[in-house]
């Protein structure tokens, strides 16, 4: 533990970020829950809450006040996300934050094919710009997500082609985020990549899911044009539906076949497997 002053978390509403406020109340740290919405926020001990949206940077600023360590999860899709972050790291360093632990993602770079990858590169830049100490964890797709990936039909269809992506789970993200809170000294100026234990293709997934959720699921491999194509009805903007799609063509392109030790070397724990997170969901 930081013994120095509470640990500022973002994300407390959310799934990892509310995972690691729940770790950090268990290992008795002092936290500052700062999210949108305080009537959302859980109840833990030794955490106070502040009302503070990424964009309201003065109300960012006053969140942070006497913190030495603040967890950055990142925002949600938005197409201004990079401006948000850049405003929060820059409050961070008006009001005397020491050191920034950042939630990025796999692959994170300016030319990243999953154009929010190159969000989170835009970010961790300014980090590294900003004076701050600071650490990147990047995680891989999360694991928990697949199975709300599957359509009514049975199939879970995208671009990916034969590539692989090693799912990690959002406890070993939290896990992982934890262990670096609780020690920030130990990991100034690292990045690292968590991810599952092994590298899957699509059709492996699908097989993963068929024996977890108990009924045929199907990979369907699409061209790019009919991915567009086959999340048009959702209505959403461009920039979002890049994202979607992307995600897929990264994996096709193998960008996000990367098995990685550092989960266990943060936590000291293997990570789960997609079979054991799935196994996890059952009723």
């Known amino acids: 533990m930081t013994g120095r002053g509470p640990i500022a978390t ?43 949206a990424y964009d309201d940077a003065r109300a960012v600023r006053a969140a942070l ?30 009001a005397g934050v020491e050191h920034v632990v950042y939630l990025s993602f796999l692959g994170a770079a300016p030319d990243a094919t999953f154009t ?19 650490t990147a964890l990047r995680d891989s797709t999360y694991a928990d997500f697949f199975p709300l990936m599957v359509g009514e039909d049975g199939a879970l269809r995208g671009p990916a082609g034969d590539g692989r992506v090693a799912p990690v789970a959002q406890d070993d993200v939290a896990d992982a985020l934890t262990a670096v809170l609780l020690d920030p000294g130990a990991h100034v100026g690292r ?17 993963e899911l ?45 960008e996000m076949d990367v098995v990685s030790g550092d989960v266990e070397r943060l936590t000291g724990h293997r990570p789960r497997s997609l079979a054991e997170v799935l196994r996890a969901r059952r009723p």
């Open 210 to 254: 068929t024996e977890a959720l108990g009924r045929p699921v199907r990979y369907e491999q699409e061209t790019v044009d009919e991915a567009y194509a086959s999340r048009a009805p959702y209505g959403v903007e461009r920039w979002e539906v890049d994202g979607w799609v992307s995600t897929y063509t990264a994996v096709a392109r193998g």
């Open 10 to 52: 973002t994300g407390a509403t959310g799934a990892v970020g509310g995972r690691v406020a729940r770790r950090l109340a268990d290992a008795g740290a002092e936290q500052v829950l700062v999210v949108r919405d305080p009537s959302r926020a859980p109840e833990l001990p030794r955490a106070t809450v502040a009302r503070a």
């Open 191 to 207: 990045t690292y990549d968590l991810t599952g234990p092994e590298a899957l293709s699509y059709a492996q997934i699908a097989a």
């Open 116 to 134: 929010f990858a190159r969000d989170h590169w835009a970010t961790e830049e300014h980090l590294r710009a900003s004076g701050l100490r600071w």
């Open 65 to 94: 006040e006497g913190v030495p360590v603040a967890l950055l999860v990142s925002a949600s899709e938005h197409p201004r996300r990079v401006d948000l972050h850049r405003t929060f790291v820059d409050a961070a360093v008006a």
